[in-house]
């Protein structure tokens, strides 16, 4: 939390003075914003100080500090950590396989986070690495309506990676025709 000036350690000499409601006072002299602060028994805080001129709040500075304290930690509630999940395939993989590994890309995808789609080449398969990449473009072709590339395919050492990030507009569509489906279904 930044450093807040109270009282006589704000230094500007005109200021816009707000209530503790809200409500706006003037623009008037620190010297009668502080005396309005002395006379209500609450202190004059700089809220604003890059305004001009800068705002101050008659409140007390406890219940200020408290209110900015709330504030802070809800923003941080509401804030997501995008995680980057890993799926592993090998070029052996099978549709089914192919299919359940998707659907948990899709559910990672719908979360908001990125997706890691790894092809791990053992013994001689790294010979065909044009399996490695039909497999991860079956894979990109399974999970199209949710996603875009945030990196595209590309070699590493024996593995094969993309990764996947969501995307917010095929994301909206998607759940569109899902309410649509399941509105036709109970229809």
Request: glycine share 4%; with cysteine.
């Amino acid at each position: 939390m930044r450093k807040v000036r109270i009282n006589n350690e704000i230094t500007a000499p005109v200021v816009r003075v707000v209530d503790a409601e809200g409500g706006m006072l003037g623009i008037m002299a620190i010297s009668d914003a502080l005396k309005i602060a002395y006379d209500r028994g609450l202190d004059l805080v700089e809220v604003a100080p890059q305004a001009n001129p800068p705002v101050c709040r008659v409140i007390d500075f406890g219940k200020y500090q408290y209110e900015q304290h709330k504030r802070e930690k809800q923003q941080r509630k509401q804030q997501h950590q995008t995680q980057l999940k890993e799926i592993r395939l090998k070029i052996v993989t099978d549709t089914h396989d192919l299919d359940f590994k998707a659907r948990h890309a899709r559910q990672f995808l719908l979360e908001g986070n990125k997706v890691k789609v790894t092809v791990l080449f053992r013994g001689r398969e790294i010979t065909h690495k044009e399996f490695g990449e039909q497999i991860l473009q079956q894979f990109w072709q399974r999970l199209e309506d949710v996603a875009k590339f945030d990196q595209p395919i590309r070699e590493e050492g024996r593995t094969m990676t993309m990764i996947l990030a969501p995307d917010k507009e095929k994301i909206k569509k998607y759940h569109k025709l899902m309410q649509q489906q399941s509105n036709d279904e109970q229809d």
